[in-house]
């Protein structure tokens, strides 16, 4: 039920981006070049992105989630 996760670079993120949830990062992560995932660097970063998404109503496109999610399992 979350609207979105933060993690510094673990699994979660991936398993949120399966479930459509915007992710943001703040290590480095093996998911972190796939679309509609969000490298942030420090604080100011991370803040002005939560904003940006927790006062919006951001929409995924599910195929490009499914094609990203499925060249990351593959590999």
Same mark, same amino acid.
């Given at each position: 039920?979350?609207?979105? &996760? ?7 993120? =991936?398993? #949120?981006?399966? =479930?459509?949830? %915007? ?5 480095? #992560?093996?998911?972190?070049? /796939? %679309?509609?995932?969000?490298? &942030? ?8 992105? /939560?904003?940006?998404?927790?006062? +919006?109503? =951001? ?8 094609? +990203? ?7």
């Amino acid at each position: 039920g979350s609207k979105l &996760v933060v993690t510094i670079n673990s699994t979660v993120g =991936f398993e #949120a981006l399966v =479930f459509c949830k %915007p992710v943001f990062i703040t290590g480095s #992560a093996l998911y972190e070049s /796939l %679309p509609y995932i969000t490298k &942030v660097n420090n604080q100011d970063d991370l803040t002005l992105n /939560l904003k940006k998404y927790l006062l +919006s109503d =951001f929409k995924y496109d599910k195929t490009e989630i499914k094609n +990203s999610v499925s060249s990351v399992y593959n590999k």
